[in-house]
């Protein structure tokens, strides 16, 4: 702050007959200064201990979120890895049952076809054996020996022996 009369040197026309060159004269400014006040310095104190108290906790926040995002991340992965592996391991099961059930129908299908081909051997042996079924008469071992072996007396012997009659 100006002193009143340093504020009018400063604002008080120049002589008409002052040179332009002059220059105004020295003026020291000064302040007075006064050493604060205790009570001051302890609340200046205070408050900076506040505020580095206010930026450690913050720190420490952003820390442990950090750590927690961190956690929590761990463990997504974790749970993801095993519902992978039991989803893997569930279309593993599912492939061995698809293989078995696969093979069981080929088994099936195999005993179906048997069933199916001696059924169709069994009609055609009985439709063998009807026109075979006239009954052999043989009277005399000699009258055999002198007419000879007929082959409808050969199949007809050997599907005795087959169906065990």
């Known amino acids: 702050r100006l002193t009143p009369e340093q504020l009018a040197l400063y604002t008080r026309p120049a002589a008409p007959g002052a040179a332009a060159t002059s220059a105004p004269p020295a003026v020291a400014f000064t302040?007075?200064?006064?050493?604060?006040?205790?009570q001051q310095v302890a609340d200046v104190l205070a408050m900076l201990q506040r505020g580095f108290e206010v930026v450690c906790q913050g720190y420490d926040d952003v820390r442990r979120g950090k750590l927690q995002n961190l956690e929590?991340?761990?463990e997504f992965s974790r749970r993801f890895t095993e519902m992978h592996m039991a989803s893997q391991r569930?279309?593993?099961?599912?492939?061995?049952?698809?293989?078995?059930?696969?093979?069981?129908?080929?088994?099936?299908?195999d005993v179906l076809d048997r069933a199916v081909k001696t059924t169709q051997?069994?009609?055609?042996?009985?439709?063998?054996?009807?026109?075979?079924?006239?009954?052999v008469v043989v009277h005399s071992r000699a009258k055999a020996e002198r007419e000879g072996f007929a082959l409808g007396d050969f199949v007809r012997g050997i599907m005795d022996v087959g169906s065990g009659t």
């Open 72 to 74: 929590d991340m761990q």
């Open 90 to 109: 569930e279309l593993a099961d599912e492939a061995v049952r698809q293989r078995r059930l696969t093979a069981q129908s080929l088994a099936d299908i």
């Open 121 to 135: 051997l069994s009609g055609s042996l009985a439709e063998v054996r009807q026109a075979f079924a006239r009954p």
């Open 31 to 38: 302040t007075p200064r006064t050493a604060p006040e205790p």
